[in-house]
């Protein structure tokens, strides 16, 4: 139940900023439309996946295709490489700090112990 109530609280959210989008400034209009096109992009793009996913050296050259004739294709796999690559260095340092500060916390309370006790 706790997902239905998530994805209904997100689909009332986008449900507000479309009502709102007719008074929106034009910065809104234009990131919305951006949003939109990418959006559209790439689904005509996961269709037209499946004619070339016959082999995967046939869909090798069509996707090396694909970066050479759409700039649109590079950036997209730019920008989500970009991504990956930040949420994988933020996953790695919220471990190595999470860490290394239980581990100090960890002293400093045995230490507090150790005076309180004497």
Excluded at 40 to 65: I, R, Y
Excluded at 84 to 96: G, K, P, R
Aim: charged letters at 20%.
């Amino acid at each position: 139940m706790e997902v239905r109530e998530e994805v209904l609280d997100i689909l009332q959210k986008v449900w507000t900023k479309l009502l709102g989008l007719p008074q929106a400034s034009p910065l809104e209009l234009g990131a919305f439309f951006v949003l939109i096109l990418f959006v559209a992009k790439q689904g005509m793009l996961l269709f037209s996946v499946a004619k070339a996913t016959e082999s995967p050296e046939e869909w090798v050259d069509w996707f090396l295709h694909r970066l050479h004739q759409e700039p649109w294709a590079l950036g997209g796999l730019v920008v989500t490489g970009l991504f990956v690559l930040t949420v994988l260095s933020m996953i790695i340092f919220a471990l190595l700090y999470g860490c290394c500060c239980s581990r100090v916390g960890s002293n400093q309370e045995r230490k507090q112990k150790k005076n309180t006790v004497i």
